[in-house]
Each structure stands twice: as structure tokens, then as C-alpha cells.
């Protein structure tokens, strides 16, 4: 099945500091998305972005699909960014989503 | 619209037992899907129902299994539990198609 890496596996910033998060992925998607899970547990859908750029307010998000790779921009971090960020793939055999190991993201006042 | 509710929210069994949470989509959507999130194994595919069917299923032993209501509401039961289930279990709801799925919080399962 698809394979999904993402790094750096944790990062920490002090706040207003701009970080990106990489997600890559071995095969053909139809389906990516971002999350952003907080110390609670709650999974937030960022973004659904299988191929092009979207943007959020503070948040972007890059991917280019023939390369196999998305690309989360983070800028001007504040601390409720903290939390882990998963990137999750549905491959063009599949119906459902792999989930990326995530990126710990710690954002220190 | 409300967001996707799971219950209960925390559950402490034992060894042996079994136990049934539930998950409520978004009013509309007829997908529901189950993930099991351990800080070993991370966010693992369980299954996804659709208008009461299974679509889907993850790679897990039958001991996991679940149900999909006409009202869209959605079932997953564990039997005999083995302490290695401990774990978030999350459901996601969506429309069906390839689209956003929203989660809902959670139900946190300690099996001691």
C-alpha cells in the first residue's frame, strides 16, 4: 500500500517564528488533506488540497502531485498552533486514508 | 450544522470484555469511518460504512467490528478485549465521495 513520511518529526518555535512541514507519499493520490490535532485529541481538517495551493488566513498549503510531496506553511506561529500535524492520502486503488506518523509542533511564548 | 459526536467519551474495561461506542455524523453525510490511534501504531484505518454497508475495511482482526444505521449513525464493537486495545478511537464523517472528512473527539478506551 501507499507509503506516507513526514518531517521533521518534531519542531519546536518560539512565537511568530514561520516553520513548513513536509509530507511525502509513494504513489499517486486522489485525496490529501492536513490536520491539526490539539493536546486534547480533536483532529481539525486544514486543508484539502490533492494537488495545487490553498491558503488560510496564517496557514498555506502546497502540493505537487507529480512529485509526490504537499507542503504546510505555518507563519507568524502563535502558541494554539501547538499540536501534532497529520498529512493523510488516499491512493488512486484505495477508499481510504493513511494517515502520516505527524509532526509535533511546539510553539514556546 | 453540529459537528460529528462520538460517546462515551472515556470507557475503562477489562481484559475479556467487550464494548460498543457510537458515532453521530454531520447531519447529511452517509460515510462514517473509524480510526484507532496509538502512540505505536499511530492513526490506523478501521473500516467506513456507507448508506449501512461496509465499503471498506483496515487490517484489523474480526474481534473489531461495526454497523451503520439508516440514520447514518454508526456502531463500532470490540470483543474480548486485549489490553493492546487501549487506544483513541476516532470516527469521521463525510458525504461519501473524495472530499473533507471532519472527526469527532474521540472516545479514549483504557482496557486494564
Known amino acids: 500500500g501507499i507509503q506516507v513520511e513526514q518531517s521533521p518529526p518534531d519542531l519546536i518555535l518560539q512565537e511568530g517564528a514561520n516553520s513548513t512541514l513536509r509530507c511525502n507519499f509513494s504513489?499517486?493520490?486522489?485525496?490529501l488533506q492536513w490536520f491539526h490535532q490539539n493536546p486534547w485529541g480533536q483532529l481539525i481538517n486544514l486543508f484539502y488540497?490533492?494537488?495545487g495551493t490553498k491558503q488560510n488566513g496564517r496557514l498555506s498549503a502546497t502540493t505537487v502531485a507529480t512529485e509526490r510531496y504537499s507542503l504546510l506553511y505555518i507563519s507568524s506561529s502563535q502558541t494554539t498552533d501547538s499540536g501534532v500535524y497529520f498529512c493523510?492520502?488516499?491512493?488512486?486503488?484505495?477508499?481510504?486514508?493513511?494517515f502520516g506518523p505527524g509532526t509535533r509542533l511546539s510553539v514556546l511564548p | 450544522k453540529a459537528g460529528v459526536t462520538q460517546t462515551p467519551r472515556y470507557l475503562i474495561k477489562t481484559r475479556g470484555q467487550q464494548v460498543t461506542l457510537s458515532c453521530s455524523p454531520i447531519?447529511?453525510?452517509?460515510?462514517v469511518s473509524w480510526y484507532q490511534q496509538t502512540p505505536g501504531q499511530g492513526l490506523q484505518f478501521l473500516f467506513e460504512?456507507?448508506?449501512?454497508?461496509?465499503?471498506n475495511k483496515g487490517n484489523f482482526p474480526g474481534r473489531f467490528s461495526g454497523r451503520q444505521f439508516s440514520n447514518s449513525r454508526s456502531e463500532m464493537n470490540v470483543s474480548t478485549l486485549e489490553l493492546g486495545d487501549s487506544a483513541l478511537y476516532l470516527c469521521?464523517?463525510?458525504?461519501?465521495?473524495?472530499?473533507?472528512?471532519?472527526f469527532g473527539p474521540g472516545t479514549r478506551l483504557l482496557v486494564l
Open positions: 469521521a464523517s463525510s458525504g461519501g465521495g473524495q472530499e473533507t472528512q471532519y
Open positions: 504513489d499517486s493520490v486522489n485525496n
Open positions: 488540497i490533492p494537488s
Open positions: 493523510a492520502v488516499v491512493d488512486n486503488y484505495g477508499q481510504n486514508f493513511v
Open positions: 447531519s447529511g453525510h452517509r460515510s
Open positions: 460504512y456507507f448508506s449501512e454497508t461496509q465499503r
